[in-house]
């Protein structure tokens, strides 16, 4: 018998769920490569959420908040468009204390950025945090403007642009929503549909958003966290919170949209699909004509990047995230809206879930055995074995919540929503009338520890082999 060689693990997609997962199986100790088709991942023009659950795998993971201006959210409020009067208020400056972790917001570019450093550099200088958590490994090779076209995922077999193959003895499928891998998962076409949902992003100085005598009075001594001007006759919801240490403020407003007959049931075109899709200030106005004058004057002070917007879609939930050596997470495995802010979120956490189930998994085996492709016959049992595990995990946690922040504010009363939740998950939900961002939400989507539920039932399958 000899050590059986280390785990290998191909990731395609270098976002922020790649990222994560590369980050998760470096730190197992397995040797990872990064298959991302762009030149350069570039995450631009908004900000976006860390909430306590996935707060703590970047602090277990050592990033580094400080360098990436995190600002803390400790506060949610609604307030109507026409004259910017707080309708709810939900403070929440114990966060931290009561869920173990904080709630962060970040610039998109500023996380990546970390996440990318964190899968890159080398093994030395672990933080305190990091430590806890074991050691960095082997740094992960990213590989830029290199395509994967085809993936086996029975065998793990990535096929690249030029007809090279690769064979890896685990598979992430991590490259968005538009994925076209999916198909090869799947067996069958999936195209996302379009929600009849947009949403226009774009960041502003809060230096002006404080020179403004009207608006200023809505930011100066609150708590940081989401401010969101609900415009109910138009079902138009804009929501703005700070990044960059404060000095930044993203909008996000989610407003309903046309669309046309041509494409529907189709993935749309390719300004539907893209996040760089420029929006002129006018027609953004004329959506937002209910909203205060005040308010409006923010569209007006956007960046040099300007006002970008992008169709929302949605996919039916998946009934698993595996096949043979090949998982999906991330928006393959689950097209979120921005209702509960927890996409990201999600993904980070099945990339935790991932490090705990194959910690150290190379090293643990001693195989020689192999079969007619030249597989180590004991390894690939483990693999697919511990991804029974995942997709036994996070199938519950990762489609309950793509449902209720699909569903919109709407929530938990849309007829048969519950029904289709209960398919997947059986633990507690919050009332039907609970708001997004309201404390029985926090308290369900974002009070978990994936570490902890990792540990846990591989514990349990330990014990059950042993009886």
């Given at each position: 018998m000899t050590p059986a060689l280390p785990l290998t693990a191909g990731v395609v997609g270098a976002g922020i769920a790649g990222l994560s997962v590369a980050i998760a199986l470096r730190r197992a100790g397995a040797e990872v490569e990064v298959y991302e088709r762009s030149q350069f991942k570039n995450e631009i023009g908004a900000a976006i959420s860390a909430p306590p659950n996935a707060a703590a795998a970047l602090r277990r993971w050592g990033f580094d908040f400080v360098a990436a201006k995190t600002v803390p959210n400790l506060s949610t409020r609604y307030a109507a468009a026409e004259d910017l009067e707080t309708t709810f208020e939900s403070r929440y400056e114990d966060i931290e204390d009561v869920m173990g972790s904080p709630c962060l917001s970040f610039h998109r570019v500023d996380l990546h950025g970390g996440l990318r450093a964190l899968a890159t550099e080398e093994e030395g200088g672990d933080t305190e945090e990091s430590r806890k958590g074991g050691g960095k490994g082997k740094p992960v090779a990213i590989h830029l403007g290199c395509e994967v076209q085809n993936v086996d995922c029975e065998n793990g077999v990535?096929?690249?642009?030029?007809?090279?193959?690769?064979?890896?003895?685990?598979?992430?499928?991590?490259?968005?929503?538009?994925?076209?891998?999916?198909?090869?998962?799947?067996?069958?076409?999936?195209?996302?549909q379009p929600t009849g949902r947009s949403i226009y992003r774009w960041l502003v100085s809060m230096d002006e958003v404080m020179a403004n005598p009207e608006l200023a009075p809505h930011y100066r001594d609150k708590a940081p966290g989401f401010l969101g001007w609900f415009d109910a006759q138009n079902r138009i919801l804009w929501v703005?919170?700070?990044?960059?240490?404060?000095?930044?403020?993203?909008?996000?407003?989610?407003?309903?949209t046309a669309v046309p007959k041509n494409e529907e049931g189709r993935n749309g075109n390719e300004k539907d699909m893209s996040w760089h899709a420029p929006a002129a200030t006018d027609t953004v106005l004329a959506t937002?004509?209910?909203?205060?004058?005040?308010?409006?004057?923010?569209?007006?002070?956007?960046?040099?990047?300007?006002?970008?917007?992008?169709?929302?879609?949605?996919?039916?939930?998946?009934?698993?995230?595996?096949?043979?050596?090949?998982?999906?997470?991330?928006?393959?495995?689950?097209?979120?809206?921005?209702?509960?802010?927890?996409?990201?979120?999600?993904?980070?956490?099945?990339?935790?879930?991932?490090?705990?189930?194959?910690?150290?998994?190379?090293?643990?085996?001693?195989?020689?055995?192999?079969?007619?492709?030249?597989?180590?016959?004991?390894?690939e049992r483990i693999v697919k074995e511990r991804l029974r595990l995942f997709d036994k995990l996070r199938i519950p946690r990762c489609n309950l919540t793509m449902l209720v922040s699909n569903a919109g504010p709407e929530g938990l009363r849309r007829p048969g929503l519950e029904k289709e939740i209960r398919r997947f998950y059986h633990g507690p939900l919050p009332p039907s009338d609970a708001l997004p961002w309201g404390d029985e939400f926090r308290e369900v989507l974002f009070h978990y520890d994936a570490f902890l539920e990792a540990e846990k039932a591989l514990r349990n399958r330990t014990s059950e082999k042993e009886k």
């Open positions: 990535l096929e690249l642009a030029g007809g090279r193959r690769v064979q890896k003895d685990l598979v992430i499928i991590a490259d968005g929503a538009h994925s076209k891998l999916l198909t090869d998962f799947l067996g069958y076409q999936a195209p996302v703005t919170y700070t990044c960059r240490g404060g000095t930044v403020l993203n909008n996000a407003v989610v407003y309903d937002l004509s209910n909203f205060h004058p005040a308010a409006l004057g923010i569209v007006s002070m956007a960046s040099e990047d300007g006002i970008v917007e992008h169709r929302l879609f949605h996919r039916p939930p998946l009934e698993s995230f595996v096949r043979g050596r090949t998982a999906v997470i991330g928006d393959v495995a689950h097209v979120m809206m921005p209702t509960h802010a927890a996409g990201a979120a999600i993904a980070i956490e099945s990339a935790s879930v991932l490090e705990v189930l194959f910690k150290d998994l190379g090293s643990q085996l001693r195989s020689t055995a192999r079969d007619q492709q030249g597989f180590d016959v004991e390894k």
